[in-house]
Every structure is written in structure tokens, then in C-alpha cells.
């Protein structure tokens, strides 16, 4: 085609660029920046899944792991769900386009940041208050025939009462150690805890004696590691 009127000047046709109407066609190195951004922005989506999905699972505990539950006592987790929230505000700036979804994100981050402020302020709190009378233990009692398992106490606080005593088993299995849900709780006769004295009657059955003369029968399952046999509950 020779040409064209335009506004009454004449235009080659052939140097005209129909796929662009726009007449801008991003440079190489454009469209290399932006396929990084957003794989960057999935991997950092990604991470910040994993860290949330392993602190729920730590929390949550389901199987009792001894050492989930010392090391859960170490860190907090508002602080893992505050840093999953920045690195999502991240992963939305680097891999949002439309500047108003970028500000809602951050948005919406911030005021989840704010609430995650406030759960920890409270959670202080009420550490603060716990640690008035923070209770004793965990201590193993007992040891099983074939060193299997071990019978620990742990006494609860109380800011009223003397603490009550918790009897519970755990298996000797080095980082893979478990523990039971209560096999059973002693409460105070007096203004003192109660001393126990644990002995194991059986590969999984114990007898609990307490210093004023109080004796209870428990038994546990050693594959699930639960309780079979309790006594005194609940403890509260």
C-alpha cells in the first residue's frame, strides 16, 4: 500500500505497526524484569506458607512432641505470623501491578500487623501474670523396668491455693520423646503441694502414694502413649 490520508497528510502504510496500537512494545529487558518479579513474589508467597504451615504445626503439637514443647516456650507466635504477613506485603508489591492493589495489601498487612501487636501486649500480659506463681517442673519420679518411659510431676500454679500436682508419662526417645495428656492430678490436702512417691507395678502401670497417705492406681498405652487408667480429673 503506498499511502494513507491522516489528517491530510499522507502516511507509508507498510511502517505502520498494527499489532501495537499503543505504538510501545516492551523492551527485553523489561519483560526479563518482570518474569523475575514474579517468581520472586511466588517463592516469597511460598516461604512465608511453609513458615506459617511449620509454627501451626509446632503449636498445635499434635503427636506431643517434649521438645515441640520446650522449644514453642522460646518464641512467640504472634512474631511468626507478623513476619509471614511482611513477606506476603512483599510478595504483593513485587508481584501486584495495579497500584491500588498494591495499597490494599498493604493495607490489610498493616492492620493485621496492628492486631498482632495488640495478641502479643495481651499475651505479656497474662505471662506476666502466670509468672507471679509460675508452678515446678517438669521432674522425673519414676523410670519403667526397661527404660523405656518415665513418669514426670508437674505442679501447676495456683495464686490462691497450693499448686496441684500433674502426673504424666514420656518415652526416653531422645529428639522423637513424647508425652501423655494427664494420667492424673493430686490436689493439696493442706496449704502444701503433695509430695509424691511413683513406682511402677507393671511395664505400663504405676501406683502413686502421696505423703498424707493418699495411694491411686494409673496405666498408660505405650504404643499411643496415652492414658488407660487415670485418676483425679480434670486437674482444674
Not at 516492551?26 to 514474579?38: K, V
Not at 502479643?120 to 507471679?132: G, I, K, M, N
Not at 492424673?184 to 498424707?212: K, M, Q, W, Y
Amino acid at each position: 500500500m503506498r499511502g494513507t490520508w491522516l489528517g491530510g497528510d499522507v502516511i507509508d502504510a507498510d511502517r505502520i505497526d498494527w499489532t501495537d496500537p499503543g505504538g510501545h512494545q516492551p523492551r527485553s529487558d523489561e519483560r526479563m524484569l518482570s518474569r523475575r518479579r514474579r517468581v520472586a513474589a511466588t517463592g516469597t508467597t511460598g516461604a512465608a506458607v511453609v513458615v506459617l504451615a511449620v509454627a501451626a504445626f509446632a503449636w498445635w503439637n499434635p503427636l506431643r512432641f517434649v521438645h515441640l514443647m520446650t522449644s514453642t516456650h522460646d518464641w512467640h507466635p504472634s512474631a511468626v505470623l507478623a513476619g509471614s504477613v511482611v513477606m506476603l506485603m512483599f510478595a504483593g508489591w513485587l508481584g501486584l501491578r495495579s497500584p491500588t492493589a498494591v495499597r490494599a495489601a498493604f493495607s490489610f498487612g498493616m492492620l493485621a500487623l496492628l492486631a498482632f501487636a495488640s495478641f502479643a501486649a495481651l499475651a505479656d500480659v497474662a505471662h506476666e501474670v502466670a509468672t507471679l506463681d509460675p508452678g515446678k517442673g517438669p521432674s522425673v519420679v519414676a523410670v519403667s523396668p526397661d527404660s523405656r518411659y518415665e513418669i514426670i510431676v508437674v505442679y501447676s500454679g495456683d495464686l490462691i491455693a497450693a499448686d496441684t500436682a500433674v502426673v504424666r508419662v514420656r518415652s526416653r526417645n531422645g529428639l522423637l520423646s513424647r508425652e501423655s495428656t494427664d494420667l492424673g492430678c493430686v490436689r493439696p490436702a493442706n496449704s502444701e503441694p503433695a509430695a509424691l512417691i511413683v513406682t511402677f507395678t507393671g511395664p505400663h502401670d504405676i501406683t502413686v502414694d502421696a505423703n498424707d497417705g493418699r495411694s491411686w492406681q494409673a496405666g498408660f498405652d505405650p504404643h499411643a502413649l496415652r492414658p488407660t487408667v487415670t485418676f483425679g480429673l480434670p486437674c482444674q
